[in-house]
């Protein structure tokens, strides 16, 4: 088994996942170090290592191989079954343990695409979701990555959650993680413009400061008057605008991320 290792920038890992999955990669790892996070790819073959090279020659690309490893047992081992919040309970398609009682289950391919329930913001996401999802409600997830959220949403008890995405890779992985779940994907090329005036009661983007910033005034026209917004990908030195503009949002944290949950 041969490896492609990336250093990239965390907003970047999205866009950079979706290419190694066209590359032919048969996994991806994530690992944070520092203020930056590393890819390593997994490949059965060097085929594609001369045009990576020149790909991703900005990511300071670097190849290895490592013989003899049972890269199957060494996935698995590497993402067992976690606990989130109250009520949810992450699991990879090969996991054999039981659900624990009063959890709800959520089957999610981990290293497929941005968003594995391992990020502290996927993480005070689905711990506002537990807060604000009410049985038959409308969720809209932008950004929606590997579809966790819109997924762990009708887990919740929303009657629909729609997930909307400019990457048409981390679509397709969404589209693999509803079917998991036996659930029909509702996905949308694009953002929040995409979606209809108020068609939300509950509103979710994990993105970035930058870009939640920039579609804010769309997320909070598709979210219904009385509806809940839910906002998180940045830290807490980017909480600053948020916080002027929503003095009344209830702040949460894990570690350095913050998350705000507001009425609108």
């Excluded at 067992?80 to 343990?97: C, M, N």
């Excluded at 079917?179 to 029909?184: C, D, I, R, Y």
Aim: aromatic share 6%; with cysteine.
């Amino acid at each position: 088994m041969y490896w492609l290792r990336l250093n990239c920038a965390p907003e970047a890992v999205d866009h950079l996942s979706g290419r190694l999955w066209e590359l032919g990669t048969a996994g991806i790892r994530e690992l944070q170090h520092g203020d930056r996070t590393i890819l390593i790819a997994n490949f059965e073959t060097t085929e594609a290592r001369a045009d990576s090279v020149v790909r991703f020659r900005e990511y300071e690309a670097e190849w290895g191989h490592e013989e003899d490893i049972d890269w199957v047992c060494r996935t698995q081992t590497a993402w067992p079954p976690r606990e989130v919040g109250q009520r949810l309970y992450l699991a990879a398609p090969w996991s054999t343990e039981a659900t624990p009682l009063g959890r709800e289950r959520v089957i999610h391919n981990p290293g497929a695409a941005c968003g594995t329930g391992e990020h502290p913001c996927s993480q005070l996401a689905l711990q506002a979701l537990e807060k604000c999802v009410s049985p038959g409600s409308r969720v809209a997830d932008i950004g929606t990555g590997s579809g966790l959220l819109a997924i762990a949403a009708r887990r919740l008890g929303a009657a629909q959650a729609f997930g909307a995405d400019r990457d048409r890779a981390a679509l397709a992985t969404a589209k693999r993680n509803f079917e998991l779940n036996a659930l029909s994907p509702e996905l949308v090329v694009g953002s929040a413009d995409c979606l209809a005036h108020g068609c939300a009661e509950v509103t979710v983007a994990n993105i970035n400061a930058t870009v939640l910033l920039a579609i804010l005034s769309d997320l909070i026209e598709i979210t219904r008057k009385g509806g809940w917004l839910i906002l998180t990908g940045f830290t807490e030195a980017e909480l600053v605008p948020f916080r002027d503009m929503f003095p009344d949002a209830e702040v949460s944290e894990i570690e350095e991320w913050r998350c705000v949950t507001l009425r609108v």
